[in-house]
């Protein structure tokens, strides 16, 4: 908006310039003003696109070019001429036009770049930069009327919110690929990886954060020729596929590459790379073709033996072939014992032979026999196939039987071989995103069925093999007339084809895309008999390679830099705002060829736009501008062909804006969104209707899951929404009253495990009134943890402290106070012995007996401190009613205690810290309060233990609440922290100060 601003004000200066003009060829009174200027710009006006006109000082059209008679819908000037816009518009609307414009014929003060939406008679409303300037006559001074421009820039705004909206979404079509996609620039450092591209380095044990780094030290098992190849795409900005073989950690991998040129307007600079893992494909159709090999091998050295025998005697009248190798016997011998034949037959298919063998001779026709036989030398039993012709004599009865034998063995374990591997590339397309299909030409019945059909078609298998014709009906409508038409005339080629169409899916009713691979499979008169075909779901590849064309696409229009030229290149007219995004004056270009503007190497595109301009009327595009300093900036253009009056063509109108800063923006909008998918702590995004759209992988880690999908499935995730915490409510009520929630979130992982997360929602309103709301999440647990494990040490410390204070109390009191006893008896002795002496030594032994009386009582009060006697003979409300009476000894305050139930005791630890944080808050309440009453409060809630310590005072200094100055709140606040408890210091609202301590204490613990 700052160069839109910039752009205008300078037309505005601009149009101040030739004001005076305008108004004389208005009036009519400069005959020294040459026609060709006047024509020419009178020309440059009309055919500009904003809309330009003069009023005169009762805001009366005076002159318009002729956009402005197209919006208002008039053919002709003079419809327009002395009118005002009451005549056009609304009262309202047209007071409202003529108050400002009086405003600006008064006051001398232009209006600029007004954004505001226009009405115009018969048109739809549209968005517009309006500027209003006044018209001074250039002799007098004075005010005569005003010049108006409306630019409309309703398509500018549309294309900045297209473009935001697919900056805000092209990441999430990136990572939702499977293919690994990186793009890289003319240095081969990669400016852009998918998600799928970090896992496929991760999973070769290479660096997974490749931005920014060069794509030979990411990846460096790439062959040479790789970037070869790069360096063609570059070259001939056309892409390439091929395929590499490579070793990787001891594993040997192939790979399938698609580069693809991104073509921006100074060539290609950036390259994208598809990659594909083919490595389990290669190796099936490996595994294929040698296994064709083997059966074709076995052919060819397949074992023959051909006999012939009599009817009645079953003696052998023939023997050909490897009898020796097949049967185990002799070709001799055979001939000689009628009964090898019988001999050799498995004695477990004898029977169903014999009876094979009667039916198939009694019924004179050709048959056949499989069995197995023992072989005559090494016994194994092998497998057989038999091949019977019976022969019949003149009279049609059987005369002999032709025979021929073959080993089938190996064809058994062969068959058996390719069962299993039938089985396996079975599971192997039912794991993998394709349908495989086979279907009957003639009557378009299904005879195969393999692959995810429910997944990509909608419809399970039973579904397409009962119904026929579903196969054609779930063809999306609009793609139906090309999808029959390219499959019949694939089908007529009797070659292998492919095609691309959408169909509508079964379940969920959405287009999606399909690649379908046919073969046609013909008889031997070449009758069509079936089709085979592979359907794959591109739907994902055809969404990303739309939205990168989108983002790659500019189109921009603007007038910020107006110029005009003959049709020879010659510049006839450029305002200052052109001449000053070049670098210089309106003089340094005027009579000039318009290549001042552009580099050799520029020119061929200045020149292809200007000959489109003349075929076509127009040009649009973005073309490279040279600066006089000699630098250069990407310009978005907008040309009109420029006619005479007798509609000849006599120049082009070409009007610029500077849009290389605005192609930095969208560079730097990329590298921010892949700092938002990298961030560290959890991002999340729901749309309004709290369907979630994105979610970094930082957030997928923390709750456990490998994709969008798996995290918006997680029930626990999406019932802590709901619930959120007690005291702030749901998560969504917060939003919707306050638009931000903060706080904890308790939920559950994809594994089942619990998670604590720091929670912070804040609810988005974009353009168009569309709500969004983001969710930043850390995890707690680890945190938490330690926080327990704190308190759990603080409980044991507290435990330590209790014990080592009892311990110093009785040592105090068993050791000092034995030993001030006997001090005390000697004393005693020295008074009775010298009750005769001196006076000044009975004094002196008086004042050693006071100093004694006062250690011994020092002695017990700090042994009653370190560890008071109510604890070992007192319940807790009577150790508390003590200390209460003590209190209210030394002061003026008058103190009561109420516990419920009266007898309530709890175990030591937490008797212990009551009694010491009752302790402190009764010593604040003394020294600091001022106050007159105290109240204790303590009773036992289902929950656990509650003590209140309520004054009337003059209350606390707020800073002192929080605990950062106060080291007596500090200690209740940490004694109570390591039971697992809590104490809050509140002022009260009318005076005072209320200490609350609550402590769990589950009923289990209570009983």
Known sequence: MNDLSKTKKQLVDELNDLRGRIALLEQDVTPQTPDHERNLLQTLIDNLPDLIYVKDRESRFRLANRTVLSRFGLSEPSELIGKTDADFFPPSEAQGYLDEERRILETGEALVDAERKIES?????????????????????????????????????????????????????????????????????????????????????????????????????LPVSSFDQYEKVFTTGRGVEYEFEASVQGMSIVVEVRKVPIIEANGVNRVATVLRDVTDRRRVEESLRQSEDRIRQMMKSLPIA?????????????????????????????????????????????????????????????????????????????????????????????????????????????????????????????????????????????????????????????????????????????????????????????????????????????AVYLQRYVVPVCDSNNRLVRHDSIIIDVTSEREAERRLKLLSQVAEQTTEGVAVADLDGKLLFLNRAFAALHGGEEADYLGRHMSVFHTAEQMPAVQLAIQTT??????????????????????????????????????????????????????????????????????????????????????????????????????????????????????????????????????????????????????????????????????????????????????????????????LSRELHDELGQQLTAMNLGLAWLESRLATAESGVV????????????????????????????????????????????????????????????????????????????????????RHSGATRCELKLCRTPKGIELCVTDNGTGADPSRLEGTTSLGIVGMKERATALGGEVRVDNLRRRGVRVTAVFPWSPAEQS
């Not at 401190?865 to 409300?877: G, H, K």
Request: one cysteine or more; proline letters at 4%.
């Open 614 to 807: 003349i075929a076509a009327g127009r040009f649009e595009g973005e073309i490279w501008h040279a600066r006089k300093d000699g630098s250069t900036f990407l310009a978005s253009m907008h040309t009109t062909l420029l006619r005479s009056e007798s509609d000849l063509a006599v120049g082009v109108i070409g009007m610029m804006r500077d849009i290389t800063t605005w192609k930095a923006m969208q560079a730097s909008s990329a590298l921010l969104a892949e700092a938002v998918k990298n961030a560290g702590e959890g991002i999340a995004i729901w749309n309004e209707s709290w369907r979630l759209t994105y979610a970094n992988a930082s957030m997928l880690t923390i709750m456990g899951c490998a994709c969008l999908e798996d995290l918006a499935a997680l029930k626990p995730f999406s019932s802590i929404l709901e619930q959120g915490q007690e005291r702030r409510g749901s998560v969504r009520a917060r939003l919707r009253k306050t638009g931000v929630w903060r706080g904890r979130l308790q939920g559950k992982r994809k594994d089942g495990s619990t998670v604590s997360l720091a929670a912070a929602f804040s609810r988005l309103v974009q353009d168009g009134g569309h709500e969004l709301v983001v969710g930043n999440f850390t995890d707690m647990s680890i945190e938490e943890a330690q926080v327990e494990q704190i308190r759990r040490l603080g409980r044991e410390a507290a435990s330590l402290l209790d014990d080592e204070r009892a311990r």
């Open 121 to 221: 008679p018969g048109r739809e409303p549209a968005l517009a930069l309006v500027t209003k300037v006044p018209l001074r006559d250039e002799h007098t001074g004075q005010i005569v009327g005003l010049v108006g421009l409306n630019h409309d820039i309703t398509r500018l705004r549309q294309i900045e919110q297209e473009m935001l909206a697919g900056e805000r979404q092209h990441h999430l079509v990136l990572d939702a690929l499977t293919d690994a996609i990186h793009v890289i620039d003319r240095d081969h450092r990669i400016v852009l990886a998918n998600q799928a591209f970090h896992d496929w380095l991760r999973r070769y044990g290479m660096d997974d954060d490749p931005m920014g780094r060069s794509l030979s030290k990411v990846v460096p098992f």
């Open 306 to 510: 051909l006999f012939s025998f009599e009817a009645g005697t079953n003696r052998t009248l023939l023997v050909q072939g490897d009898v020796k190798r097949i049967l185990g016997y002799e070709r001799d011998r055979i001939l000689a014992d009628p009964t090898v034949g019988r001999q050799i037959v498995h004695p477990d298919d004898l029977p169903a032979t014999d009876e094979a063998f009667r039916v198939g001779l009694a019924s004179m026709q050709p048959f056949e026999v499989e069995l197995r036989i023992l072989h005559g030398e090494t016994g194994d039993v092998r497998y057989v196939q038999q091949y019977i012709v019976p022969v019949g004599d003149d009279e049609g009865r059987l005369a002999r039987a032709d025979s021929v034998v073959v080993d089938v063995t190996e064809r058994r374990a062969t068959e058996q071989a390719l069962r299993e591997s039938e089985t396996r590339i079975r599971q192997l397309v039912d794991t993998l995103p394709v349908v495989l299909s086979s279907v009957e030409a003639e009557t378009g019945r299904t005879l195969l069925l393999r692959g995810d059909t429910r997944g990509i078609l909608g419809y399970d298998h039973e579904r397409l093999f009962s119904d026929p014709r579903l196969g054609l009906s779930i063809v999306h409508p609009q793609d139906q007339a090309a999808a029959y038409n390219a499959f019949d005339q694939g089908m007529a080629s009797r070659r292998p084809f492919s095609m691309t169409y959408r169909v509508v899916h079964g379940e969920t009713g959405e």
């Open 843 to 926: 004094e002196r032994l008086s004042e050693v007996r006071d100093v004694q009386i006062r250690m011994t009582q020092t002695v017990r009060d700090l042994a009653r401190s370190l560890r008071p006697a109510v604890f070992d003979y007192q319940t807790l409300p009577e150790a508390l009613q003590s200390l209460v009476g003590e209190y209210g000894q030394s002061s003026r305050i008058t103190c009561h205690i109420k516990a419920s139930p009266p007898d309530l005791d709890v175990p030591n630890p937490l008797k212990t810290a009551i009694y010491r944080i009752t302790q402190e808050a009764l010593t604040n309440v003394l």
